[in-house]
């Protein structure tokens, strides 16, 4: 396996770990101080769920990226639909009211989540020799 695979994999890691922790900091004082009368669940579930699905859907992605050149785009496209639908039938059966006023707790992770994910589905794609392959 290449090694340049692993060190993208760490930084992957590193950065998902780091934009999600300053986000949750900041969205958890706005929320604290500013909305006192919502609870945190919606916002600790949202978190926990884009960062685990990201990491476990890129970091395979990374992984196979060697293998799987030619469809790691489509692979992304549809990991993206996989999130979204896992993440509402977990909404809806978990008992949380999903309203506008609640939107941008899910919203934020996911963007970010989502925005970490192309940075290095790109950085993979562009590293990418597909007429080596021909």
């Known amino acids: ?6 060190k993208d994999l760490f930084r992957f890691v590193l950065l998902l770990f780091l934009v ?14 500013y909305f ?8 600790n579930f949202a978190y926990k769920f884009c960062v685990g699905i990201t990491l476990l859907f890129t970091s395979t992605i990374i992984l196979a990226s060697s293998h799987l050149k030619e469809q790691l ?3 992304f ?12 039938f977990l909404i809806k059966t978990s ?3 999903l309203d506008k006023s609640v939107f941008l707790h899910f919203f934020v992770p996911y963007a ?3 925005v970490v994910e192309i940075i290095y ?3 993979i794609l562009n590293r990418t020799n597909f007429s080596k392959d021909r």
Do not use: C, W
């Open 1 to 6: 396996m290449n090694p340049l695979i692993f």
């Open 95 to 97: 008992g949380f009211d």
């Open 121 to 123: 589905i790109a950085k």
């Open 20 to 33: 999600a922790g300053l986000s949750y900091g900041i969205h958890y004082f706005v929320v604290t101080s």
């Open 112 to 114: 970010l989540s989502v």
């Open 36 to 43: 006192s009368r919502q609870t945190l669940e919606l916002v």
């Open 77 to 88: 496209l549809i990991s993206g639909m996989v999130k979204l639908g896992i993440f509402y």
């Open 73 to 75: 785009g489509f692979i």
